[in-house]
């Protein structure tokens, strides 16, 4: 039996065009396309990429659930057995479209889905724990290492074959723990890892716990009556209309709003497009997320030096820490060149 395999590839792959043409919609060739040709290689005479569908990353990010209602709708015309997406390597856009398509097929079309990402591709920490996600390098240049690991992936779910460990199947963990016995008992296994930590040899853990970077806190602001302070928000606020069409979760974008000579947040001027709470009364009132009505009575009041001119607002519900990384090194100098002395965050 040859296996019907979907291949999916963003405008870049399909050879349409780069970031000019990241809006184009969902089409579908028969066949391999582009990055195809490796996957096939791999897949063998075991299974054949029976069609491609596209679509661009903007158009996927932008226009989410009806790109996905076409896509799956072209997915599904091919009859499938599996869907494989990219892969993606670093490009966050295209890794959350592989991620949100391959979670949309598996829950509508209930096939085995495989997409391939370097580890801290947003796409990866956002879909990780949904489907299988093969780890490849940061750039196309481990096309070749990514495309024989999907693969294998793929054929191995196929052929519903009992998977290995999430390291030795090369993809990011999942998060379950499956019950088996061992030859060694837990304290065994525990002193043996200790002993290589000690001695610096390599070792395996059992239970990978999330690592983050830690951050030095600055030095508390001197003078907070000569002080310029900016207001910067992950809840959401935006002016009435979302202009920069923010995304409701997951956010790979913010936006920065001129405040010059207002006082007040109203329900006229700002909303709340966060998807990850009750929004009603932060539309009613959005100083209660973005404060700027009590920060302008403590600069009247001489308690703050001045408010900096400008907001920065995103959703914070569901967005990689990536995408939150990328952010701040973005705004972070921004603030340090126009003389900023501290910055005010709030969230929900």
Known sequence: MTFRIVHYINQFYAGIGG?????????????????????????GKDAEIVGTVICGDNYFNEHNEEAKKT???MIGSYKPDLLIAGPAFFAGRY????????????????????????????GAESFAKK????????????IKDAAKSMASLALKLLKKETLGPAAD???????????????????????????KKMAGEPFQTEYEMPTFKKIEPCAPVKDLKHATIALITSGGIVPKGN??????????????????????????NYESIHGGYDTQWANANPDVVLPLDEMRELEKEGKIGKIYKYVYCTT?????????????????????????????????
């Not at 949100?100 to 889905?113: E, K, M, R, S, Y």
């Not at 489907?131 to 481990?142: D, L, P």
């Not at 990689?320 to 126009?338: D, S």
Request: proline content about 6%; hydrophobic content about 40%; overall charge negative.
């Open 169 to 195: 199947e090369n993809y990011i963990s999942r998060g379950f723990r499956r019950v088996f016995f061992h030859e060694k008992n837990g304290a065994q296994r525990g002193l043996e890892m200790l002993l």
């Open 95 to 122: 890794g959350m479209a592989c991620g949100d398509i391959c979670a949309a097929v598996q829950d509508t079309l209930g096939i085995p889905v495989v997409t391939g990402m370097y580890p801290e591709n947003p």
């Open 131 to 142: 489907v299988f996600i093969v780890k490849t390098a940061n750039s196309a240049r481990g």
């Open 19 to 43: 970031e000019d043409m990241a809006h184009v919609p969902p089409e579908k060739r028969d066949g391999k396309v582009g990055p195809g040709a490796a996957l096939q290689a791999e897949l």
């Open 243 to 268: 202009p920069d069409k923010i995304r409701v979760s997951s956010a790979e974008s913010y936006g920065r709003y001129d405040i010059t000579g207002l006082n007040d947040l109203t329900p006229e």
């Open 71 to 73: 896509l799956l709708e």
């Open 316 to 348: 914070g519900t569901g967005t990689a820490v990536a995408w939150a990384e990328k952010f701040g090194q973005e705004i972070g100098p921004e603030l340090k060149a126009a003389g900023v002395d501290a910055a005010i965050l709030t969230s929900t």
